[in-house]
Every structure is written in structure tokens, then in C-alpha cells.
């Protein structure tokens, strides 16, 4: 397995439940994080995704802290999100004022699908 992660090989591990898929995962992971420091891995868990935006969303957030500092990773995120708000302010017959806060999802997806 380790060989499969240094040379980019696709690897589709079977077997029932709790026979130890992961733990062998984690285990090459470890091997070559330690001998090999230039090959990142990341490790995504899908169980609780639900949609494509989601899976991106954490996909773009394991690369990003994975291949950076706890600074770049603060500032970058902070200003990533800043750019991708749109506001939206809407007048009713009231005088109050509403304003909400929304992100484009199309928007969000292509600049994911740019890293």
C-alpha cells in the first residue's frame, strides 16, 4: 500500500466491516508521512456528506490545512469566505431594514474545482 500511495496508484481496498481497512490506511499513512515528508495525505471521512458542495467544501479544507501553517490556514480561510459573501439587502413596506448575508454556491463550487 505504501508503494501504491508514493506512486499515485488508485487502491480500492474490500472487506466486511471492521476488518481493519482503515487501521491499514492509517498505518501506511503513518509510514509515509514519516519517511516520505513531501507526499501529503489527507484523509477525508464521507459518512456524514451529503452533497457535492459538502464534499468539496471538506476536500478544499483537508488540502488547505494539510499544506499549510495554522496562519496561512486562518487568514487564507478568513479571507476566502470574505470574498465569496454576496450581500443582499432588501426593502419591505416597512421601515425596517433587512439584510442577509449569502454565498453563491455556483460560485464556491468552481473556485473548489480550481485547487
Not at 490506511?25 to 514519516?34: F, G, L, W
Amino acid at each position: 500500500m505504501t508503494n501504491n500511495f508514493r506512486l499515485g496508484t488508485n487502491t480500492i481496498l474490500i472487506s466486511p466491516r471492521r476488518w481493519g481497512k482503515s487501521s491499514l490506511v492509517d498505518k501506511a499513512s503513518e509510514i509515509i508521512r514519516k519517511g516520505s515528508p513531501e507526499i501529503v495525505i489527507i484523509k477525508i471521512d464521507l459518512f456524514n456528506i451529503r452533497s457535492e458542495i459538502e464534499f468539496y467544501n471538506e476536500l478544499a479544507e483537508k488540502v488547505f490545512r494539510a499544506t499549510s501553517s495554522k496562519f496561512e490556514y486562518v487568514t487564507e480561510s478568513v479571507g476566502n469566505f470574505i470574498k465569496q459573501l454576496m450581500p443582499k439587502i432588501s426593502f419591505s413596506p416597512s421601515p425596517d431594514l433587512e439584510f442577509s448575508i449569502s454565498i453563491d454556491n455556483n460560485d464556491l463550487i468552481n473556485n473548489l474545482m480550481k485547487y
